[in-house]
């Protein structure tokens, strides 16, 4: 017989309403064999009692159903943003509040550099600093012979210098989408979306996928959600080439590997031959790896002025968006993943963007019916009750990115959407009485992986001036932390194994060093992670 290790706690939240807590919960084969008191595992043989985690209450493993491996690996570039963050070693970085100081960073960092290699900078956002926006002047005098690009934080646009834009062939005679020009017909250095961005990317050796996919990156990612008491977290847009999915499972199948990833296949190009990839790797998945899933991109930024919004669009007058996927090319990829019985996860943060998918779902739907495809719309930020009534009705998952209230809440009021629009952004509490099924996210590296933070947005949704930005949106606590757990995991089709402390699912905890429902609603994000249990092995900070 197996050995079993009952894991005593200060109080153990399970998120299973038949027991919702408990003080010790046995653990056999990975697997949770019973919960309850000291003598919860006496039916079943007894077993060996833990006291390490006795000080300390556990959770089920916080699941991020929205993020991306590369928010580990993101560090090997100059960090350029506005808010401090924190390396996946815990080293504090502070942000940069100008742009003089930006520029002053990037320059001291470009000594560093060896001959020939480019200046690569990552977290910027020029929406939190006044005056001139950044563009290929001001990178220029950090240097004209060394190509450089910056990317935004909503990774949907970079800036580059003039070196990096000649050697994609940039120039006034340019006319491409997502190309920013001046008033003098010249190229800004702005590029917006990954058609215009690529083939400066290209040129200068930036590939999301090797950021992703080398077993360094894997392991940081897996450093990174620990700290964040994450157990299961998505890559939620991976190229997933054979040579890569080798990688994963030689990485996460090692024993002391301490997290489940759900790497989503990118939909882009023909959507037969995007389903019959994805259908061939399903059957690869492991315990610590799920593969089958799709992610298909349809419009950028709010924060960039690319996402697709509805009349009366952006408050600055500026033009509707970008289109990653065509609404055509939307509606033959849902067709196909539906005929094809494949999970969707679609982006969308514009609430145009939210529409046209909702139309190819039902579209699909109706030439494919088929119950439990729990598609799942990502984002969510400007849906209003009318789509999340349609979603609900579909049968269609919503991820809402609530950090975006607190990060760029202020910014949309003033520069993007304007007060009203604002206020009913990532409206958790408007999906939550629909019906519809709900998960909060945070989109890391977009902004740091914390479960306990994007849970506390949604239920204080406030902004960096501490505004309360839509009162009405509110959610209370347990509905929060229901959606960073067992909400996630029903929108990852894992809701049967993780997402609560119950017997017969994996043995996946959060350590925390106190109880998120007894402390107050605004400090739920100050409630300290210790770590995390994965399978019955512990793992702290």
């Known amino acids: 017989m197996s050995e079993t290790t009952v894991f005593a706690a200060k109080r153990i939240v399970t998120m299973d309403p038949d027991l919702p807590e408990a003080t010790h919960v046995a653990v056999r084969d990975g697997h949770i064999l019973a919960v309850g008191g000291a003598d919860c ?12 985690l006795g000080n300390a209450v556990l959770m089920p493993g916080f699941v991020e159903g929205h993020a991306h491996m590369m928010a580990g690996a993101m560090w090997r ?12 070693d815990g080293k504090l970085w502070r942000g940069m509040m100008t742009l003089d100081e930006v520029i002053v960073g990037l320059a001291e960092y470009e000594k560093g550099l060896g001959p020939g290699e480019p200046l690569v900078g990552w977290g910027f956002d020029p929406i939190f600093l006044e005056g001139e926006r950044m563009g290929a002047t001001h990178l220029d005098q950090i ?18 210098n003039s070196k990096a834009l000649a050697m994609a062939g940039y120039d006034a005679g340019t006319n491409a989408e997502g190309v920013v020009k001046g008033f003098d017909g010249a190229p800004t250095g702005e590029l917006q979306e990954m058609a215009a961005m690529f083939p400066v990317m290209r040129r200068l050796g930036i590939d999301f996928r090797g950021l992703s996919q080398t077993p360094e990156a894997i392991r940081t990612y897996g450093q990174v959600a620990v700290r964040a008491g994450v157990t299961t977290a998505t890559d939620l847009y991976s190229f997933l080439e054979d040579e890569d999915v080798a990688t994963l499972i030689s990485v996460t199948d090692a024993d002391d590997f301490p997290l489940r990833i759900v790497p989503a296949l990118g939909a882009a190009g023909d959507p037969v031959e995007i389903a019959a990839k994805a259908r061939r790797l399903a059957p690869q998945s492991t315990e610590k790896m799920r593969l089958g899933a799709v992610k298909l991109m349809t419009d950028g930024s709010i924060q960039g002025w690319t996402a697709r919004v509805r009349w009366p669009g952006y408050v600055g007058g500026q033009p509707n968006g970008i289109w990653n996927t065509s609404p055509d090319e939307i509606h033959a990829l849902c067709l196909e993943m539906q005929k094809q019985g494949l999970q969707m996860h679609i982006h969308v943060n514009g609430d145009e963007a939210a529409e046209v998918s909702l139309n190819a779902i039902e579209a699909a739907l109706r030439a494919y019916p088929g119950p439990g495809h729990r598609h799942v719309l990502q984002h969510c930020q400007m849906m209003g009750r009318d789509l999340y009534e349609r979603a609900a009705e579909l049968g269609v998952c919503c991820n809402i990115f609530a950090n975006h209230i607190w990060y760029f809440g202020d910014q949309h009021v003033a520069l993007t959407l304007g ?16 019906g519809a099924r709900v998960a909060l996210h945070s989109d890391a590296p977009v902004t740091p992986l914390g479960p306990l933070f994007t849970a506390w947005c949604a239920v204080n949704r406030r902004t960096m001036s501490d505004r309360i930005l839509g009162v009405a949106q509110c959610i209370d606590v347990d509905e929060a932390l229901f959606a960073i757990t067992m909400g996630a995991a029903y929108t990852l089709k894992m809701d049967d194994e993780v997402g609560s402390i119950t017997p017969g699912k994996r043995a996946d905890f959060a350590v925390l060093g106190e109880d998120p429902r007894a402390v107050a609603a605004i400090a739920l994000k100050d409630v300290p992670v210790l770590g995390t249990v994965l399978g019955g092995k512990v793992h702290l900070i």
Do not use: K
């Open 41 to 52: 595992a006496d039916p079943w043989g007894g077993g060996l009692l833990d006291n390490s």
């Open 419 to 434: 007060p009203d629009r604002a206020a009913r952004m990532d409206a958790a509490r408007t999906a939550l009485d629909t």
């Open 77 to 88: 570039y100059a960090y350029a943003g506005y808010h401090d963050r924190l390396d996946p």
């Open 143 to 160: 240097s004209t012979e060394r190509p450089i690009a910056i990317i935004f934080s909503n990774f949907h646009l970079l800036c580059a």
